[in-house]
């Protein structure tokens, strides 16, 4: 089937604005998880999500990052107020079932830029 | 806290050479250990899961251990090709045990001569 997918892949906005960023999973993996990769770093962990509900969001770096998986499938990163300094790729993995144990399969990533 | 680390930060090789990539983790009470290869702007591609269990884990040319008492994994790679010219990436839970919070090193880039 397919892999994991995200929209757009490029998003330039100004500062202060708010933007959306689209994770499709792969079709019935029930756990999802939010990266983001700053240029020349490996990635950072945001949050993950245990079917509907954020199990672990530790990393969401401040209240301007909101992330949300109504349905147990797609996901929706949330970013309001946006600053220079969020410009980064952000990077969505899903897996079969979470707990740690399997393989985090990752989608090609949203390039943020913000001016 | 957990903290991974991977050296080399680059590494440039001729065709046919093998070689090793290392990678460090401070937490040693992991489950697994996770393999991953990025090319230039491109999102991430999983190549080895070796769970602690195992030790060693293969696939094709790769070949990637796990020691858990050293905290230390390698990946080795058999007989490069230019098409494994990327960075390849190497990240272990977030705490200790099993854990959906991976912690990433910064990778290693490498670049395969032809």
């Given at each position: 089937g397919a892999g994991v997918s995200q929209t757009p892949s490029n998003k330039v906005t100004e500062k202060g604005k708010y933007v959306e960023l689209r994770c499709d999973p792969i079709s019935g993996h029930t756990a999802l998880y939010w990266y983001r990769q700053s240029l020349g770093q490996g990635p950072e962990f945001l949050i993950y999500f245990q079917g509907t509900g954020a199990?672990?969001?530790?990393?969401?770096?401040?209240?301007r990052f909101f992330a949300v998986r109504p349905e147990g499938s797609v996901s929706t990163l949330k970013i309001q107020r946006t600053e220079r300094g969020d410009s980064a790729v952000y990077l969505c993995a899903s897996s079969f079932a979470g707990g740690g144990t399997d393989t985090q399969y990752f989608g090609p990533g949203t390039r943020l830029t913000v001016l | 806290k957990q903290e991974v680390t991977q050296i080399p930060a680059a590494l440039s090789v001729p065709e046919g050479e093998n070689l090793v990539l290392n990678c460090s983790f401070t937490d040693s009470a992991i489950y697994n250990l996770q393999w991953f290869r990025q090319d230039p702007g491109k999102g991430l591609t999983s190549l080895l899961l070796i769970q602690s269990s195992q030790r060693e884990q293969t696939s094709g040319r790769l070949n990637a251990s796990l020691d858990k008492s050293s905290g230390r994994s390698t990946l080795y790679i058999a007989?490069?090709?230019?098409?494994?010219s990327a960075t390849y990436l190497c990240a272990a839970p977030g705490?200790?045990?099993?854990?959906?919070k991976l912690i990433f090193g910064t990778g290693t880039l490498l670049a395969v001569q032809p």
């Open positions: 199990a672990d969001d530790s990393g969401l770096p401040n209240d | 007989a490069s090709q230019p098409g494994d705490y200790g045990g099993a854990t959906n």
